[in-house]
């Protein structure tokens, strides 16, 4: 299971009205109802006034999220799913609390708060900021699907300002803050096995900065995994030039070349079977 399956399934119990949905900020009122299995309601909360992104916690995102695509007076069911990643973020907080519950959750109302191209420029690095803070803060728990979501985010908010940075402020400082977004995200990605994705947010990088040896070492890892041996040895080659005693790119790269000699071998044994058929 991959993608927001791994953590929830949302399923439409009746359809909304209008076109827009609530974004980042927007004052929801919402009913909301919990049940452990079918016959066992937990709470009902009715009339709620809920601010998307102001609560934290996994149940918080999985409902953010859901609130994020649905429109005034659609109601959904929300299953979380048991899966290790939020069991082990359970135990970590030394919580009772358990993962297999139902929500149903109705959007009574919303005041959307304002998009991104309505801000100013330091009203979006600000965001940007807030949203990097939170990656960072699931990625530590091994949420990393919750993680990246906020690293998407905080990108999303840099890449509309880059293109209104004001003469007064510093590029430098801009580019610092894109950097760790598509190096955090791309750590997400890894986790999440998307090699693709990390290879092209790698790849942003380094085409501004060809010696960022975390891009280097992390699009080899991806490239490590896709069996594209040539590509990954060729970024581990240039880390290693950068940083000669880089410990992590040395381990990659002998990983990389008992992975080569293993392929090498299953191919030859395959190709062997072949010709003698």
């Known amino acids: 299971m991959t993608g927001r399956a791994k953590y929830f399934t949302k399923k439409l119990v009746r359809k909304g009205d209008g076109l827009e949905c609530p974004n980042e900020g927007s004052v929801c009122l919402i009913n909301l109802q919990a049940f452990q299995g079918e016959e066992n309601p937990l709470f009902e909360k009715k009339d709620e006034t809920w601010i998307i992104g102001q609560d934290s916690g996994y149940v918080s995102e999985i409902i953010n999220e859901c609130l994020e695509e649905m429109r005034t007076g659609e109601i959904c069911k929300v299953s979380i799913h048991p899966c290790q990643e939020l069991q082990d973020h359970l135990k970590k907080l030394d919580t009772s609390e358990k993962l297999a519950i139902d929500h149903q959750i109705e959007l009574v109302s919303f005041t959307k708060a304002k998009n991104s191209w309505e801000s100013t420029f330091d009203e979006r690095c600000d965001y940007a900021q807030k949203q990097k803070a939170k990656g960072t803060r699931y990625y530590k728990a091994d949420l990393w699907l919750f993680a990246a979501r906020h690293y998407s985010k905080a990108l999303r908010s840099l890449i509309i300002s ?62 490590t995994a896709l069996n594209d041996f040539d590509d990954a040895s060729a970024d581990l080659n240039t880390a290693l030039d950068l940083e000669p005693k880089n410990k992590e790119v040395t381990l990659l790269q002998n990983q990389l070349n008992q992975k080569r000699q293993q392929h090498d071998q299953v191919t030859a044994r395959a190709m062997g079977k072949m010709f003698q058929n």
């Not at 693709?196 to 070492?217: F, R």
């Open 162 to 223: 880059r293109t209104q940075l004001p003469s007064d402020k510093s590029i430098e400082d801009f580019s610092l803050l894109q950097v760790q977004c598509y190096l955090n995200l791309a750590a997400c990605q890894l986790k999440l096995e998307r090699y693709q994705h990390v290879i092209e947010n790698c790849t942003k990088v380094l085409l501004n900065d060809s010696a960022n040896i975390k891009a280097l070492y992390r699009r080899a890892k991806a490239y």
